[in-house]
Nanobody, 122 residues
Framework: VQLQASGGGFVQAGASLRLSCAAS????????MGWFRQAPGKEREFVGF????????FHTDSVKGRFAISRDNAKNTAYLQMNSLKPEDTAVYYC????????????????WGRGTLVTVSS
């Protein structure tokens, strides 16, 4: 499975961005999709996940109410809608896919895409 994240950019605080993660080489609907991020000088952290059907999502507390994960299995693509962006959201964002179970732990994801940089200025 190959994952390609896109949609990052430079925005002002309060703006919105939508990241996309296109998957290929596997059965997308069998994959649990997760988003992680890594800010400069910090460890990678969990952002959220979405179940195979999209019926279940979970987001870390720092983004709840602002970010939303979704997926379109017909397009083999997962999304991360980010609203009300803050400077502390600045990070490289990674999408990941897992075959076992939903998880907040990066070790439970089997496939990773290259990240896309999101920079939020104050």
């Amino acid at each position: 499975v190959q994952l390609q994240a896109s949609g990052g950019g430079f925005v002002q605080a309060g703006a919105s961005l939508r990241l996309s993660c296109a998957a290929s080489g596997g059965t997308f609907s069998s994959l649990i999709m997760g988003w992680f991020r890594q800010a400069p000088g910090k460890e990678r952290e969990f952002v959220g996940f979405i179940s195979r059907t999209g019926g279940s999502t979970f987001h870390t507390d720092s983004v709840k109410g602002r970010f939303a994960i979704s997926r379109d299995n017909a397009k083999n693509t997962a999304y991360l809608q980010m609203n009300s962006l803050k400077p502390e959201d600045t990070a490289v964002y990674y999408c990941a896919a897992g075959v076992r179970t939903v998880s907040t732990q990066d070790r439970d994801y089997d496939y990773w895409g290259r990240g896309t940089l999101v920079t939020v200025s104050s």
